[in-house]
């Protein structure tokens, strides 16, 4: 009885992106993760008190450094990035793509449209206690009302979409045995 032979992993698989793009991303992942969540507790706790404060001050700080990490991960994909062989059909190296350039698409707005809100609600922008922006008042209440629920609702659409690309990445990982989320895990030691 001749047993089937494992399926081999494609020859491109073994490619993995360079240390930079691999800590930009995981970065990206954790700033992504804390301030989606610190804005899901704070919305728990009630106004005024010095824990919502807290994290107010928390989100909106690491939100200013996060605008940073996220042009250094613009600047490094667009000019700098090694470009790796496609592995998959070419939908789903389409898919892949349109998710990728829909997050980073996603991400700038919602750091552009935070900043507009915070300075919309006339509230201090200040990066850790150690310094704050001046606060123009340009924007009307209506604005500023926009401004928020477009910030809220970007932020669980940015949620969303970052699943369906973990998923993705899981299903490569552990159906598709293909090598796609290797390429982004850090190498072992």
């Not at 992504?32 to 807290?54: H, N």
């Not at 605008?67 to 059909?89: K, S």
């Not at 892949?96 to 935070?114: D, E, F, P």
């Not at 990445?169 to 072992?188: E, N, Q």
Request: charged share 15%.
């Amino acid at each position: 009885m001749n047993a089937a032979a494992p399926p081999t992993r494609p020859p491109q698989a073994d490619a993995r992106y360079d240390r930079v793009t691999i800590a930009l991303h995981w970065i990206v992942v954790l700033f992504v993760i804390f301030l989606y969540s610190s804005a899901l507790i704070w919305d728990e706790l009630p106004r005024g008190t010095p824990p919502r404060k807290l994290l107010q001050a928390l989100h909106i700080s690491f939100g200013l450094l996060f605008i940073v990490v996220l042009a250094l991960r613009v600047y490094w994909r667009v000019f700098r990035r090694p470009h790796l062989p496609g592995i998959g059909t070419a939908a789903q190296r389409l898919a892949a793509s349109g998710v990728q350039n829909a997050l980073y698409l996603m991400l700038v707005a919602q750091a552009v449209i935070g900043v507009c809100w915070r300075i919309a609600q006339q509230e201090p922008l200040a990066f850790f206690w150690l310094f704050a922006f001046p606060e123009p008042q340009i924007f009307d209440k209506a604005t500023r009302q926009l401004l928020g629920v477009a910030h809220e609702y970007l932020g669980h659409a940015i949620i969303v979409v970052a699943s369906l690309h973990a998923l993705a990445a899981i299903y490569h990982h552990f159906v598709l045995k293909d090598g796609v989320m290797r390429r982004m895990l850090p190498p072992a030691p």
